[in-house]
Structures are given as C-alpha cells and as structure tokens.
C-alpha cells in the first residue's frame, strides 16, 4: 500500500483524521507498545446516523411507512386501532413504535418473505429531502474509515438497535460487510412449514434489542471479546462506546451532526432524555467527536459529481 | 493444491468419503450446474458427538460437575436441595438438567470470569476413559473435513445446543473456527460492574436454546442464509440438517456411532424419544450416513502415535 496516499480523503485535516490515522498505526505497527495482534481488531459501528442518513424517518420506519400504505383498508383500520389502544396506556416513543412496528408487520411471514419485501423497498424507495435511494445516503468519509478499518486487518461489524433482517439483505454491498457480522435487533422465530416446505417464520414477539446496554450484550453474546474501535452518534451508543473504551488501547468516535445544510444538525439525545448527555460522555471519556459541518469535506458520495 | 493428494487420509475409502469429495468438486467447479458462489459455501457442524467425543458425559457437563465438587459445603447443599425440588416437579433429562446447571452456575459471573473457568477447566481436565485432554478427543476425520471445507472456500460454522461461550475459549485453536461462528445455546445477559469496572454478567435464564428447531433459528437468526453441508450425530441435529436438505444442492451427513472398541456405540435417539427416528430421516432424506467402525481408519489423532 502506498505510505503517502491519504486514506481518508474526504476528510479535512484535523485532530479526528489524525486520531484515526494514528490509531490504525499504533495498533498495526509490531514495534508499538499498543499492537493489537490481527483477531482482536474487530471495530464496531452504529448503522443509522453513523453510516447512513437518519432523519427525517429511520429507513426502517420509511420502509414500515411504505408497507402500510400498501397496506389493504382493512389492515389499515385494524393498525390504527391498535395504536389508539396503545396510546392509551404508553407514552410514544420512538423505539416503542419501532417495536409495535415489528409486531405488526413480522407476524406469519417467513424470513425469505421479509428480505424480498426489503430488497425489493430498498431498490425503489427514494429519500424525500435528496430524491434518491437510501444506499446513496451512506456517509462517503465513513465508507473511507471502513475501508481504511479491513484493509489493515480489522473486522467491522453493523450494531444496529434497526433489525438485522432489514440491515442484511443489503449491507454487503454497500459497506462489504457480511451477513455475519450485522449484530441487530431481532424478534421470535419459529421453525415452520410454507408451501409444504420448511421455514422460518417471524413472531410478533422482541427478542433482543440491541440498544444502549443492548449492543453491548449482543456483542459480547457473538464474539465474546470487546471492540477496541467503535463508532456513533447517540444515547443508544453510549454503552458501546463505554465498553470499547475499557480496552487499553481504543478509539471511540462520536459523529455529532452539525450542518443542517448539507444534511441534518441535531443532538445525539432524545428530547425526553435526562441524565448525563452524550457530548458529556464524550468529553469525560476523551472520545473523538467529528464535527460533520467541519471535519467532512464531503458528505455524500454524489457531492463529487457536482 | 495437489489434486492426487487425498484430502481425508484418515477416512477408509468408501461411498461417503466419494460423497464428500464429489460434493465439494461439484460446488467449487464453476463449469457445474451445481457450482455455489463463495459466499454462499456455508457448513455447520454439531459439536459433541460429531466433531469430539461426547460419551459418557457431555464435556460441558463434566466441566459443570468439576465446579460442582469444587463447591463449598453450603453451595453443595444448596444445590442438591434444587434438585430434589426439581425432581418432584419434572421428568429427569439431560438438557432439563443442563439448563438447571446452567442457571446454578452462571448467576453473577461475568463473562470474563466464565471464560477463564473454561480455558482453566480444559487445560486440566482429563477423560476418564481416555486419560488425555478433551481436546485431543476430537475426531481426526472431521477435522480433515473442516480443513477440506475450509480450503475450498466454505466458511465453516458450530451450531452447538451446549453454550457458545463454553466453546468459543479452545475453539479457534481446536477447530480453526473463529468466535463469530460459534452459533450456541446462551443465557440472559446483563450490563453490570465488576470492581467498578464495566463488566457483562450472566444471569440464570435460559436465552437461546440450539437443539432442534433451534439450530435453524440460530443459524437463521445469525446468517439469514441456508447452510449447503451440515454434519450432526443425533436427534438434536435433525431439523438443522433438514434444512440443509431444503437447498437445491446440499451434503447432509449424520455420524452413526457404531465402535464401542475405539470410542462408543449408541443410537442417534435419546432413549425416551417417540416419533421418526433419526436413521429413518436420513434415508428418507437421503443423508449420508458414517458409520465410524467401517467409515474411519482412525478416530483420534493420538492413534497414529501406536
């Protein structure tokens, strides 16, 4: 590989580049005190925020937005139904409607059905602020830092409080990480019959849910060792980027979203969150937090062509 | 690779070496019908009693039985005191029982501390028929076939119903099959503190259980793709080489333990077990089936020494 050529050139100089770049070096160098020997480089990144657009809906909610409007009238009514019921007795939030979402739309179909019904949404589906589909709306310097992760021997893996089924049908070919290293969400599966044939269905029942505490635990629960690189961009990482960061040697990376211009400017915390805020334990813990509106010289891959 | 050279030297030449070996030039010849993208070249692999020894006790068990006599008096007490309860209520099994032991044992550790338990256990521990490690209790035939699949561009996988985190400790240097493909039974996990440091903790609930259907639901909760080769020994590893049957070109074989002289001879059933037997699937399903006695010419690498 050639030594000269800036391995994240969508990025500004600055301290976080340098911090990137002199982490790779440190843990890669065999004369560094902090080498990291090449089965313990595993890095772990936040999907939605951290790699790709999240506002002004998760995908995952677009893509359930779509699936109800496609919805018969019937269904429709009976949806609506259950969320006044659901009104009723909970405050909305954000992930509990995530979570009705699921039960509602997971029930009865087989885990082929539902990665059609992805592949097929993902193909099609258009973002309503920039008119194209989601995989365009990847983080161009973040597909740098993955890149610049595998090429010198990490593993990076998708911890996502999203479901891995709707991460998988399409995350290989747009971050080159396989299916086997999306750690996400799930609901119940049963072992069943479709057509006089096996298969697995979906159970309108939460398995895991891989949120704030909930991505440590599915990482420790697949790999049983802790990333010593993480990236995100709010509360539901905070745990992940606390974890990382009990390692000797770690890199943990806050993407703050700071440029309402060329994408969206908002805080990591939800409105309704108390407590200790994540740019607080971002500063108590010396994470690296990237400005986007000054640290990325690009966002989107389709600046370039403009 | 030296084509004359045979890739499983420890197998008596025969139908389902010639199986094998037809299978993988089938899959990795792209002039085929049957050819399969890289990415697809999935194998799973039961562990006790297909990949090592699980007679007369499942190695985890012994494990679980060392703590046990290593307990203090009271912690003894306290358990026989469990099972006594446990008895009045439920039918004795083997896998009821490990569950039991699983909530006795893991309750408070954290994951580290289970981790460490394991590499000690299995570093002391010694057969009591064989007098050496566990680990030299694997079958030398099947490690030929790991090395085969692996050489040949499969990614090879453990679908264990003993826990993943018993077996992820010694897996990667027995096996060659690193942490993230050890798919296993697991326990509820909780983010907690250990001397004021981070720590995951286990609790004693039963989380996932890999045995049966839940060897599909695992594999497909984990991979969301199909295994196209499975290797099991036993009821528990039915449904999962049944699914691997499902796919349009697939290599299922179930290891018949026929050699009470060189290890043991037992059916693939659980003696209460009803309903189709599992040699009964297997031919009707066209499975192939090892028989160890006339199949292998060893079994255990340490046989070659005599």
Not at 68 to 78: H, I, Q, R, T, Y
Not at 96 to 125: C, H, N, P, Q
Not at 169 to 198: C, H, M
């Amino acid at each position: 590989m050639n030594k000269n050529k800036d391995p994240l050139p969508s990025w500004h100089d600055g301290k976080v580049k340098q911090q990137i770049i002199d982490f790779i070096d440190r843990v890669t160098n065999k004369e560094s005190d902090d080498f990291v020997a090449i089965e313990d480089r595993i890095a772990t990144f936040d999907n939605d925020g951290t790699l790709w657009v999240e506002k002004p809906l998760l995908a995952q909610l677009a893509f359930y937005k779509r699936e109800l409007l496609d919805a018969p009238v019937l269904a429709k009514v009976s949806f609506i139904h259950r969320i006044a019921n659901w009104l009723k007795a909970a405050l909305l939030n954000v992930f509990d409607l995530l979570r009705m979402l699921l039960a509602y739309f997971y029930s009865g179909l087989t885990t082929d059905e539902y990665r059609e019904k992805v592949e097929s949404w993902i193909k099609r589906a258009k973002h309503p602020r920039y008119k194209t589909q989601y995989t365009n709306l990847t983080y161009q310097p973040m597909i740098e830092v993955l890149n610049y992760f595998e090429e010198h021997g990490f593993k990076n893996y998708i911890v996502s409080g999203g479901t891995a089924n709707f991460i998988r049908p399409w995350a290989e070919q747009v971050y080159n990480i396989p299916v086997n290293r999306i750690i996400g969400s799930s609901v119940k599966t049963r072992l069943g019959k479709r057509d006089g044939k096996l298969a697995v269905k979906l159970e309108p029942i939460p398995f895991s849910f891989e949120y704030r505490s909930g991505k440590v635990l599915g990482i420790e629960r697949r790999l049983a060792k802790r990333p010593i690189a993480a990236f995100g961009n709010s509360l539901g990482d905070v745990d992940m980027l606390r974890w990382t960061r009990t390692n000797k040697h770690s890199l943990c990376v806050l993407i703050h979203h700071t440029d309402h211009k060329r994408e969206y400017k908002y805080s990591p915390d939800p409105f309704y969150h108390f407590g200790k805020s994540t740019l607080s334990y971002a500063q108590e813990l010396k994470w690296q937090v990237v400005d986007m509106k000054n640290d990325w010289r690009i966002i989107f891959n389709f600046e370039r062509l403009r």
